[in-house]
């Protein structure tokens, strides 16, 4: 079997096979191969100018979900590969993959596009393919991975909150990322290399990993230590969580907003942006300070502040808020008292009201001796749109949820409302949960040595149980998965009710909790058979036996392996 490459060059992704304008024929009118689903999706392909399109954009065009053309072009591509039965396909991290065979693809924007490849197009013009209407009939064959994942896509969107639970290798991380994907652009890529770089680059995605040394401050807020002219400044500031949800609730909260206010708020952002190069260059320049009066002035810029201090100030400088400034300027607040009653800015903006009236004062001076007016509301202009954000986090319950969520375990239930955090940041220690975030852990039941998930922050998760199967693809060894299954079930099941457990696994433990999942059995070049038993496959089963989930009656049969 040849081992093909896919190659990245500029934003394609290519790879040369060789499969002849006859033999795309012969494939084409092979009645056994090509399913009617096959069929449509080709011709509506053939049928974008170029022959492109993104699954996105077809799943829009003819109101289906862009996972049933990925999945109609991936069965169709496998079919292909097992008829010619010389070469199989690996994606640019060494993965299989089958859309490659074909069509080419490319990256436009944040979508994947595909098209199809000459020779098949030349062979669906000669065979008659590329005139065919559309059938009648048009059945999704989606496979078990496809099905599930657009389940859990279901549930997530209306539970907001999901854990996939399983053994090790049952594809937790895998579906979780394809989870995410759908949810965030729509559709799923079919080079998981690709999956990988596009969910890195999306600001709308985060993933981090838990162990038990995870805590509160690490992932929700905590304290930092900075210092300020030599002396040490204790500050509170978001972390992963803290900062995701403050972007999401930003977003959330621009869509909800009227086109005119969020166009003035841009135009301001802009502006304020000139102001603050303005008097940074002003001290750097001068080699002097920026003053608000005759005894206090500003003395830097603080990443998102101004720091300013007094002539006869003891305590080192204060920071003054970007956003607390720019909120004075949209409310219109004109005197002292104006800033004092104002509800939509922080405390500490509103107890020093003075200086924050006199930087609003020098803003609306400096827009003037520019000359930057804003202008009027274009009715051209859209609102923001929502997008959903996802944070998946793997090994979930591998830290001590309770410590590490805090006040977080009522926000999981209670979106958009709300909850009062141990810190305080700019004088605010509120911390809200928006609906566009979506969570998703992965638990791995096999390991004992962590804590399970307690009945409080279970009731805000739903949960989708991931069962070991047999998968319907190249390089995957079935008579290996049979044997070893054989130590958790009697028969191989997709249902939990219908598995019964081995006499080789121990009572107390539950088969879907610690079966060896599939993609311990998925053999490449990389990773072929013997390599898997030794280093992966029986070293598990060992610490299985060493555990006592297995029982000692299983060494046998595990020594035996080959």
Same mark, same amino acid.
């Given at each position: 079997?040849?081992?093909?490459?896919?190659?990245?060059?500029?934003?394609?992704?290519?790879?040369?096979?060789?499969?002849?304008?006859?033999?795309?024929?012969?494939?084409?009118?092979?009645?056994?191969?090509?399913?009617?689903?096959?069929?449509?999706?080709?011709?509506?392909?053939?049928?974008?100018?170029?022959?492109?399109?993104?699954?996105?954009?077809?799943?829009?065009?003819?109101?289906?979900?862009?996972?049933?053309?990925?999945?109609?072009?991936?069965?169709?591509?496998?079919?292909?590969?097992?008829?010619?039965?010389?070469?199989?396909?690996?994606?640019?991290?060494?993965?299989?993959?089958?859309?490659?065979?074909?069509?080419?693809?490319?990256?436009?924007?944040?979508?994947?596009?595909?098209?199809?490849?000459?020779?098949?197009?030349?062979?669906?013009?000669?065979?008659?393919?590329?005139?065919?209407?559309?059938?009648?009939?048009?059945?999704?064959?989606?496979?078990?991975?496809?099905?599930?994942?657009?389940?859990?896509?279901?549930?997530?969107?209306?539970?907001?909150?999901?854990?996939?639970?399983?053994?090790?290798?049952?594809?937790?991380?895998?579906?979780?990322?394809?989870?995410?994907?759908?949810?965030?652009?729509?559709?799923?890529?079919?080079?998981?290399?690709?999956?990988?770089?596009?969910?890195?680059?999306?600001?709308?995605?985060?993933?981090?990993?838990?162990?038990?040394?995870?805590?509160?401050?690490?992932?929700?807020?905590?304290?930092?230590?900075?210092?300020?002219?030599?002396?040490?400044?204790?500050?509170?500031?978001?972390?992963?969580?803290?900062?995701?949800?403050?972007?999401?609730?930003?977003?959330?909260?621009?869509?909800?907003?009227?086109?005119?206010?969020?166009?003035?708020?841009?135009?301001?952002?802009?502006?304020?942006?000139?102001?603050?190069?303005?008097?940074?260059?002003?001290?750097?320049?001068?080699?002097?300070?920026?003053?608000?009066?005759?005894?206090?002035?500003?003395?830097?810029?603080?990443?998102?502040?101004?720091?300013?201090?007094?002539?006869?100030?003891?305590?080192?400088?204060? #920071?003054?808020?970007? /956003? @607390?400034? +720019?909120?004075? =300027?949209?409310?219109? *607040? &004109? %005197?002292?008292?104006?800033? !004092?009653?104002?509800?939509?800015?922080?405390?500490?903006?509103?107890?020093?009201?003075?200086?924050?009236?006199?930087?609003?004062?020098?803003? #609306?001076?400096?827009? /003037? @001796?520019? +000359?930057?007016? =804003?202008?009027?509301? *274009? &009715? %051209?202009?859209?609102?923001? !749109?929502?997008?959903?954000?996802?944070?998946?986090?793997?090994?979930?319950?591998?830290?001590?949820?309770?410590?590490?969520?805090?006040?977080?375990?009522?926000?999981?239930?209670?979106?958009?409302?709300?909850?009062?955090?141990?810190?305080?940041?700019?004088?605010?220690?509120?911390?809200?949960?928006?609906?566009?975030?979506?969570?998703?852990?992965?638990?791995?039941?096999?390991?004992?040595?962590?804590?399970?998930?307690?009945?409080?922050?279970?009731?805000?998760?739903?949960?989708?149980?991931?069962?070991?199967?047999?998968?319907?693809?190249?390089?995957?060894?079935?008579?290996?998965?049979?044997?070893?299954?054989?130590?958790?079930?009697?028969?191989?099941?997709?249902?939990?009710?219908?598995?019964?457990?081995?006499?080789?696994?121990?009572?107390?433990?539950?088969?879907?909790?610690?079966?060896?999942?599939?993609?311990?059995?998925?053999?490449?070049?990389?990773?072929?058979?013997?390599?898997?038993?030794?280093?992966?496959?029986?070293?598990?089963?060992?610490?299985?036996?060493?555990?006592?989930?297995?029982?000692?009656?299983?060494?046998?049969?595990?020594?035996?392996?080959?």
């Amino acid at each position: 079997m040849e081992i093909k490459q896919v190659r990245r060059q500029n934003d394609e992704y290519l790879c040369d096979i060789d499969v002849s304008v006859e033999e795309w024929k012969q494939i084409l009118l092979d009645k056994n191969l090509m399913l009617s689903t096959y069929k449509n999706t080709l011709i509506r392909f053939y049928n974008e100018p170029g022959h492109s399109a993104s699954c996105k954009a077809m799943g829009e065009k003819y109101k289906l979900s862009p996972t049933h053309f990925n999945s109609s072009i991936t069965h169709f591509a496998k079919a292909v590969q097992k008829k010619l039965n010389r070469f199989e396909i690996l994606a640019t991290d060494g993965t299989p993959t089958y859309w490659a065979i074909p069509m080419t693809g490319k990256y436009l924007g944040a979508y994947f596009e595909w098209t199809i490849r000459p020779e098949l197009v030349q062979a669906m013009e000669e065979t008659g393919m590329a005139k065919m209407e559309i059938e009648m009939e048009y059945v999704q064959e989606i496979d078990k991975q496809d099905a599930l994942t657009n389940s859990c896509v279901n549930l997530i969107l209306s539970a907001k909150n999901l854990i996939l639970t399983g053994a090790p290798g049952t594809g937790k991380t895998w579906t979780a990322k394809d989870i995410a994907e759908q949810l965030i652009f729509n559709e799923i890529s079919p080079d998981k290399s690709l999956q990988t770089k596009r969910l890195k680059n999306s600001e709308q995605f985060k993933l981090v990993q838990f162990h038990p040394a995870y805590s509160y401050e690490d992932f929700v807020r905590g304290i930092v230590v900075k210092t300020d002219g030599g002396m040490p400044e204790y500050i509170a500031e978001n972390k992963i969580l803290g900062k995701f949800a403050q972007e999401s609730l930003k977003n959330y909260e621009d869509s909800k907003k009227q086109p005119q206010l969020l166009s003035k708020e841009n135009w301001i952002d802009e502006q304020f942006e000139k102001f603050v190069e303005f008097i940074e260059d002003f001290i750097n320049q001068q080699n002097k300070n920026y003053e608000l009066s005759d005894s206090v002035k500003i003395i830097s810029i603080d990443g998102d502040t101004f720091r300013y201090t007094g002539n006869s100030w003891k305590n080192g400088s204060l #920071k003054m808020y970007f /956003k @607390d400034i +720019k909120q004075i =300027y949209i409310d219109e *607040n &004109e %005197t002292r008292q104006d800033v !004092k009653r104002n509800a939509n800015i922080s405390a500490i903006a509103r107890q020093h009201a003075s200086y924050y009236t006199r930087i609003t004062d020098r803003f #609306k001076q400096f827009l /003037k @001796d520019k +000359k930057l007016l =804003y202008k009027p509301y *274009n &009715e %051209t202009l859209s609102s923001a !749109k929502e997008k959903n954000y996802v944070l998946v986090i793997d090994e979930i319950n591998r830290a001590n949820l309770p410590a590490v969520l805090g006040e977080l375990i009522y926000a999981l239930e209670y979106r958009g409302e709300k909850v009062e955090s141990m810190y305080d940041i700019d004088g605010d220690n509120s911390l809200i949960l928006p609906p566009n975030l979506y969570i998703i852990g992965t638990m791995n039941t096999a390991d004992r040595s962590v804590g399970q998930i307690d009945y409080a922050i279970r009731r805000r998760f739903a949960f989708e149980v991931m069962l070991p199967k047999i998968l319907e693809i190249d390089g995957f060894d079935r008579e290996l998965f049979e044997k070893v299954s054989k130590l958790f079930v009697e028969e191989i099941s997709e249902s939990i009710e219908g598995l019964k457990k081995s006499e080789y696994l121990s009572d107390e433990f539950r088969p879907e909790d610690v079966w060896l999942g599939h993609s311990y059995f998925i053999m490449s070049a990389k990773k072929p058979r013997n390599r898997r038993l030794q280093y992966e496959i029986k070293p598990i089963l060992r610490e299985y036996l060493k555990d006592g989930i297995l029982k000692s009656s299983a060494e046998k049969i595990i020594n035996e392996l080959q």
